[in-house]
């Protein structure tokens, strides 16, 4: 079936850029996506990319997808203590039709 | 509008009780799907409504019964539930169905003593 891995915690100091990375096994995978949750709160749809494209910037966001790898992340520019937060990669297919989430990626950002 | 409403934020009931979570959204969606959320978890998929009929049902046990009264309301009726079934349980509604992208509502917290 399908598998989206993520790194379970991250730690990043505030102005820094933050990482998160995202592994997933689905080919044929359609849309790739990245959510927020804050604590006690709902999922936030970020942003998303197709899987013909490569890269996506929104404001201080940058999405890349490897294909070839099966690899996906987001870049957060200038990180500020709003930005932690959990954040799940989730993809949808042809196959799986509905969205598989990764496990999610605590980010923990310090003044 | 781009939100998807839950009520109520916080619930807390017996095993005994019959209760029932509530969903709205005006976006004109015609997708909508009950998610359980347990704490630093991913959420997981209970039932999609597709146009208002059930078309997705994740082998959830029958004490958790959805409802979805018109286009724009999903009920989640509970009754005899057991305290593992406390969590988080999420809402969210997409345009259509599968391979979109989902908008999710806050939550409700359930604790079942």
């Known amino acids: 079936g399908e598998d989206v891995e993520q790194s379970l915690f991250l730690s990043v100091r505030e102005g820094d850029s933050s990482v998160i990375n995202c592994t997933y096994t689905?080919?044929?995978?359609?849309?790739l996506y990245w959510y927020k949750q804050e604590p006690g709160a709902g999922l936030q749809l970020l942003t998303y990319?197709?899987?013909?494209?490569d890269m996506k910037q929104d404001q201080r966001l940058t999405v890349l997808l490897n294909k070839k790898d099966k690899h996906l992340s987001l870049r957060i520019a200038d990180t500020q203590t709003g930005d932690s937060a959990i954040y799940f990669c989730?993809?949808?297919?042809?196959?799986?039709?509905?969205?598989?989430f990764g496990s999610g990626t605590q980010l923990t950002v310090l003044p | 509008d781009t939100e998807v409403t839950q009520t109520p934020k916080h619930l807390v009931m017996g095993m005994t009780n019959k209760k029932s979570l509530k969903c709205e959204q005006h976006?004109?969606?015609?997708?909508m799907y009950w998610y359980k959320q347990k704490a630093k978890k991913p959420p997981e998929l209970m039932f999609v409504?597709?146009?208002?009929?059930?078309?997705i049902n994740e082998s959830v046990p029958s004490r958790f019964s959805p409802e979805c009264p018109n286009s724009s309301l999903l009920n989640l009726h509970l009754h005899a539930l057991q305290p593992e079934d406390s969590a988080l349980y999420l809402c969210?509604?997409?345009?259509?169905?599968?391979?979109?992208?989902?908008?999710f509502g806050s939550g409700t917290q359930l604790s079942v003593l």
């Open positions: 990319i197709f899987s013909n494209m």
């Open positions: 976006m004109g969606h015609r997708a």
């Open positions: 689905d080919s044929s995978s359609t849309y």
């Open positions: 969210a509604s997409s345009r259509q169905g599968a391979n979109e992208k989902l908008f």
């Open positions: 409504y597709s146009y208002e009929k059930l078309s």
């Open positions: 989730a993809e949808t297919s042809g196959s799986a039709r509905q969205l598989t």
